[in-house]
């Protein structure tokens, strides 16, 4: 369940959380967020100052992500250099705080790259399905990376 380079959770570990605190937030009628964070360039990092300074990004990365949430909140390293955060009881507000305490924490670390970040939330009275909640956040991350 553990990403072994960040010691975040993984993606099955993911997966599981996602659909039980999306059940968990129809019942309560509270908020689900959740935040996907891309590393910009990474591809250009790791062929230029190589594979042992990519590792080392993630890993600031995953300590940044680690950090900057609640403990309620699920980390994880969905592959390659995709982080996904999910945020039970969380509004797109909170996401967002969150989402500038992991880009400022990166940004100190790291201040020549930066990242991308997209947020998406569902509820507190409508719900949208898993797939739409992770695809939205996505497509936000990706939208964020065009504007970088």
Known sequence: ERDPLTELYNKRAMMSTIN???????????????????????????????????????????????????????????????????????????????SDRIEASFTTAYPEFSISIGINATGNEEFVSVNELIDGADKAMYEAKQQS
Request: proline fraction near 3%; charge should be neutral; charged fraction near 25%.
């Open 20 to 98: 039980r605190e999306l059940n968990a937030a129809i019942r309560r009628k509270s908020y689900l967020s959740v935040i996907y964070i891309d590393v910009n360039k990474f591809k250009f990092i790791n062929d230029t100052f190589g594979h042992a300074k990519g590792d080392e990004v993630l890993q600031t990365l995953g300590q940044a992500i680690a950090e900057s949430c609640r403990n309620t909140d699920f980390p994880c390293r969905i592959g390659g250099d995709e982080f996904c955060v999910i945020l039970p009881e969380a509004s797109r507000a909170t996401a967002l705080h969150i």
